[in-house]
């Protein structure tokens, strides 16, 4: 009994100090690191759409269709000297092979999509995790990357399956399908917004 | 034990990976690429060496008993700092790292060393021990991935090394593969080692 007791003390103890470090160092990274989180969105909303724009946060973001595809936040993209609304650009979560993978998901009134970046992502090292790789080419010849690919495809009119109209990452099929499967169901439902709202 | 001993012994004669046959997961899943090789090497040393440093310094104090989940939590609290810090302050580096840093508490190498080195041995030798395991892991990953790489990729560390002719062979990147070339790198070793045993 007594040596229970003492068993339970230590190990409380140890994972009182661990905890204690823990929390000390999460402390001081947290704003760092949300910092840094707000720099990769606004980087990431103007690589989607490069040039003189503006992006609105949407009160709500938007539904799509498919359940396994989550819209978190929708930004909507307007021309800074007209004021029209060229576009939207949504974060999209989708299950990948191993994790979640987070994305940045642009496409202007036609349909056509301006950009797919990708903010999160966690697959197999050498395999789906070459989806964001900038020096890995789908098409080696035309030097196209993985994400690449996607720009000025239809979100409406292209199927975007893999092995159809998209060039998949070698031994990353689950990935190269999740990530199409995000762009095209997010690109159909911000299309349907526009739409929508006329614009 | 002689300082320079203890880094040889866990390089050579008690490689981890290819001796004592420990921490093939990580090995399998990040060799297919001299990059991911490198940078796996160095999440590993961000967590071994400390949880070395700290668990050899606390070892009167840790009742055998339940040193187990006491070297658990030191190790999954070296990744999570390790992890919190490079993505606040190298976060470049951090998204490149990233899930190999995750991988490393997983890592049986580590609480290997802590049950069998740092918890009988002092500070300075755990210290040792440390950075001569992370050699012998790192030297045999790389290894294995510069194999894989060339073949399976026909370049190394992202560049082309192959003629652009050369067709990559598939098989080398999936994890069967691995397995392969642990077998070979094992096999050479046993027979290097009982060579130098015979000489004797």
């Keep these: 009994m007594k040596s229970i007791v003492k068993f339970a003390i230590t190990l409380g103890l140890i994972a009182a100090i661990t905890g ?44 799509a269709q498919d359940p396994s595809v989550q819209i978190t936040e929708c930004y909507l993209v307007k021309d800074k000297a007209s004021g029209k609304p060229v576009g939207m650009v949504s974060r999209v979560t989708v299950p990948g092979s191993q994790a979640p993978i987070e994305m940045l998901v642009g496409v202007k009134s036609d349909g056509s999509v301006s950009g797919v970046k990708i903010l999160k992502l966690n697959e197999t090292a050498g395999l789906g995790a070459n989806a964001d790789n900038p020096k890995y080419y789908v098409d080696k010849k035309n030097k196209i990357t993985f994400l690449g690919q996607f720009i000025d495809k ?40 526009l739409k929508e709202a006329g614009q | ?20 046959s420990i921490g093939l997961c990580s090995v399998i899943a990040v060799s ?45 609290a070296f990744t999570t700092i390790a992890a919190l810090l490079s993505q606040a302050y190298f976060n470049s580096v951090y998204q490149i790292i990233k899930l190999y840093i ?75 593969a691995g397995f392969i070339m642990i077998g070979i790198l094992v096999g050479a070793l046993e027979t290097y080692l009982k060579r130098k045993e015979g000489k004797k």
């Design chain 2, 102 to 176: 995750l991988l490393v508490v997983v890592n049986c190498i580590i609480i290997g060393r802590a049950e069998a080195f740092a918890y009988q041995n002092g500070v300075f030798d755990s210290f040792l021990d440390g950075i001569g395991n992370t050699i012998g892991y790192g030297i045999v990953l790389v290894a294995i991935a510069i194999i894989r790489e060339l073949i399976g990729k026909g370049t190394l560390a992202g560049i082309q090394i192959m003629p652009e002719s050369y067709q990559p062979m598939l098989l080398m990147i999936l994890p069967p």
């Design chain 1, 20 to 63: 204690f470090a823990l929390a000390i160092v999460y402390k001081i990274t947290k704003p760092i690191i949300a910092a840094q989180d707000a720099k990769a969105l606004e980087q990431g909303l103007s690589e989607i759409f490069p040039g003189d724009y503006e992006f609105l946060k949407l009160d709500k973001p938007i539904t």
């Design chain 1, 154 to 193: 239809n979100v409406i009119k292209d199927k975007l399956i893999p092995k159809q109209d998209v060039i998949a990452m070698t031994g990353a099929t689950i990935t190269s399908s999740a990530v199409s499967k995000g762009v095209k169901v997010a690109g159909e439902a911000m299309v349907a917004y």
């Design chain 2, 1 to 20: 034990m002689n300082k320079l001993k203890i880094i040889w012994n866990a390089i050579i004669p008690n490689n981890p990976v290819l001796i004592i």
């Design chain 2, 32 to 76: 297919n690429s001299v990059q991911s090789a490198l940078l796996m090497t160095f999440a590993f040393a961000m967590v071994q060496i400390p949880s070395n440093i700290i668990v050899s310094a606390m070892r009167k104090i840790i009742p055998h008993e339940i040193r187990v989940p006491i070297f658990v939590s030191v190790i999954a």
